[in-house]
């Protein structure tokens, strides 16, 4: 279980804000090689392989489109065929926690219920930024109330906690919470904390180092599509990727990390770097593309798809689920 940050009755600043950046995101190319586009056909995993699905940025609530997208996502991934064994969410689940009241945080939660509920296999739930109550600026929902911080994502989502693990069919799976609040600004950063660092060193002693892992986090450790989009010399913001990924990268490179999978962004990008080809590390597209107002620039509203290979390899396709538009 993770620890908690204090609460705060003061909010002094809000994060900062990705969605201006988004609007200038295109395709990027190089050494950092992305892959956006649907892909019809996805390979099947080799026999005693499985796959699953990786759902990010779905952002559901009642004021948009979201609903309705949502229940064809999920209709999708129900129709699979092999199907899936379980669903893996990358966070931001919820259109946002952060600057509205405490009445709206429980209908946006309701209304993700309502929905999931649809699905038809077992999924686990990664911690995303806007699941976060009251951490920004303008928030309206008090530090003495449930609905404030992670306490109700950790009690409803997240079997008590932020971060866990857990096994299937010879790979192991780690959601992290990637998502600290910043005291500085009063509102989120991405970090590791020092007690989840300490909790990853122990789950992956006891895995051991040939066991093939796979990894979750909201905020990616890596990206360059704010580079790409506005300068290549200039860093990511406090919130735009985990501050300390190298510290947690170094700790991963040890054991036999296979995949490490995102959100936040809400683009596709694929990284693989040549001098340390063991790890991929992929943003995994949107659910809600841009926040349910269409593609991000081409790439469709989707999903990933994983499959987890009986060798300890992996495939990966992006899939379009085919959005009916308004």
Not at 21 to 29: E, M
Not at 39 to 66: C, M, V
Not at 237 to 246: E, I, K, P, Q, W
Request: charged share 20%; hydrophobic share 35%.
């Amino acid at each position: 279980m993770s620890v908690f940050p204090p609460r705060k009755t003061n909010v002094s600043a809000s994060p900062v804000s990705r969605r201006s950046l988004l609007t200038r995101v295109a395709a990027f190319t190089g050494l950092w090689s992305v892959s956006g586009v649907e892909k019809s056909g996805a390979k099947q995993p080799a026999s005693g392989g499985f796959s699953f699905a990786f759902l990010t940025d779905i952002h559901i609530d009642r004021h948009r489109e979201a609903p309705r997208g949502v229940r064809e996502c999920i209709s999708a991934v129900n129709a699979l065929a092999p199907s899936v064994e379980f669903v893996l969410t990358g966070g931001d689940l919820i259109m946002d926690a952060l600057a509205v009241d405490a009445g709206s945080i429980r209908e946006q939660w309701h209304l993700f219920d309502e929905e999931w509920k649809n699905l038809r296999v077992k999924s686990y739930h990664t911690i995303g930024n806007h699941d976060i109550g009251g951490w920004a600026k303008d928030a309206k929902v008090a530090a003495s109330e449930p609905e404030y911080g992670k306490e109700l994502f950790a009690r409803r989502y997240g079997n008590g906690g932020t971060y866990q693990s857990f096994d299937h069919l010879g790979w192991h799976f780690i959601v992290l919470d990637s998502v600290a609040y910043d005291e500085t600004t009063g509102g989120y950063q991405g970090w590791i904390d020092d007690a989840q660092l300490e909790w990853l060193k122990a789950d992956l002693l006891r895995v051991g180092k040939t066991t093939p892992v796979i990894v979750s986090t909201h905020i990616p450790f890596f990206s360059v599509w704010g580079q790409y989009t506005a300068d290549p010399r200039k860093g990511e913001s406090r919130g735009g990727v985990v501050g300390n990924a190298h510290l947690v990268r170094k700790v991963l490179s040890d054991y036999n990390v296979k995949l490490v999978l995102c959100g936040h962004g809400h683009v596709s990008e694929r990284i693989e770097l040549s001098h340390h080809n063991r790890t991929t590390y992929i943003q995994g597209g949107a659910v809600s593309g841009m926040w349910w107002k269409g593609p991000v620039h081409g790439n469709p509203e989707g999903f990933g798809l994983v499959s987890c290979h009986a060798d300890g390899n992996f495939t990966y396709e992006y899939q379009s689920y085919n959005r009916t538009r308004a």
